[in-house]
């Protein structure tokens, strides 16, 4: 009986979870469908462009990770920029514990965070008025990781 019924359910939820249309806007260009009873709609613009850079070394072709660049929208709310600017700074050892590290690279202070797979490098810069994020893979010594961040420091005035 048990069986029956859980068959009756899915053969009638099933034709009105098809029917349910996409959000219009950006929600609809994620891939999200209407929440009944609910309005989801395009929100403030936080970032104007979110990059995914990959770092590799020219002399030896060594892979060192990723960039990942969240440079804010110039109308961004100050209140929401200010929130994530701390998160993934000052707050991050808040958040993290023990995993956190402030690490001082060539004057400018960069907020590690510890992962199993990867070392997470975060910090602000006003110049770019972005959120910086650099990946180390596990197998990129820290030695090389912060070469290549005091290089893009150097290189970007930031």
């Known amino acids: 009986m048990r069986a029956f019924l859980t068959t009756l359910l899915l053969l ?9 249309e996409a959000l219009p806007g950006l929600g609809g260009e994620l891939g999200l469908t209407a929440v ?3 309005a989801l709609s395009d ?3 936080v970032f104007q462009t979110i990059a995914v850079l990959d770092v590799d070394a020219i002399d030896s072709g060594a892979d060192l990770g990723s960039l990942h660049m969240f440079k804010f929208a110039p109308e961004a709310p100050n209140s929401l920029k200010a929130h994530l600017i701390g998160r993934f700074s000052s707050d991050l050892g808040a958040l993290h514990g023990d995993l956190v590290g402030a690490i001082k690279v060539d004057g400018r202070t960069w907020f ?3 992962l199993g ?10 110049h770019l008025d972005a959120i910086l994020q650099y990946m180390q893979p596990k197998e990129v010594g820290t030695g090389d990781a912060i070469a290549f961040l005091a290089a893009f420091d150097k290189a970007n005035g930031g």
């Open 117 to 126: 797979e990867t070392n997470e490098w975060y910090r602000y810069d006003l």
């Open 43 to 45: 929100g403030d613009d």
């Open 36 to 38: 009944p009873g609910y």
């Open 112 to 114: 590690r965070l510890r």
């Open 12 to 20: 009638t939820a099933t034709p009105a979870f098809a029917q349910q």
